[in-house]
């Protein structure tokens, strides 16, 4: 069983930035691939971004590309999501997910409580 523990959320201003945290438990993390998603209010849950326990990185968009990034320290068993140019509609829960096969196409068998992030205009 892995426990994924998310942090970094909150309020921001618009254009603003935050980064996102999540420190999963056990000693195999490095062979997961690690998520992004995301649940905004009315909407279904999101996919954001993804990276591979080799380091292919996948992103929802090329507009999300272009302000989010993804990243991971295997030693500190923590995936990172840098969010920057935020927005408005970028508000909403941010959850990690981890992959036990490890690649970016992976169902997701972990998951993560969230962490809000809230972009004021």
């Known amino acids: 069983q892995v426990q994924l523990v998310e942090s970094g959320g909150g309020l921001v201003q618009v254009g603003g930035s935050l980064r996102l945290s999540c420190v999963a438990s056990g000693r195999t993390f490095s062979t997961y691939a690690m998520g992004w998603f995301r649940l905004a209010p009315g909407k279904e849950r999101e996919f954001v971004a993804v990276i591979g326990r080799n380091g292919i990185i996948t992103y929802q968009s090329d ?3 272009g302000r989010f990034t993804i990243s991971r320290d295997d ?4 995936v990172y999501l840098q969010m920057n140019s935020l927005k408005p509609e970028d508000t909403a829960v941010y959850y990690c997910a981890a992959a036990p096969r490890g690649t970016t196409r992976s169902r997701y068998d972990y998951w993560g409580q969230g962490t809000q992030v809230t972009v004021s205009s």
């Open 63 to 65: 507009s999300m590309k």
């Open 75 to 78: 030693a500190k068993n923590t």
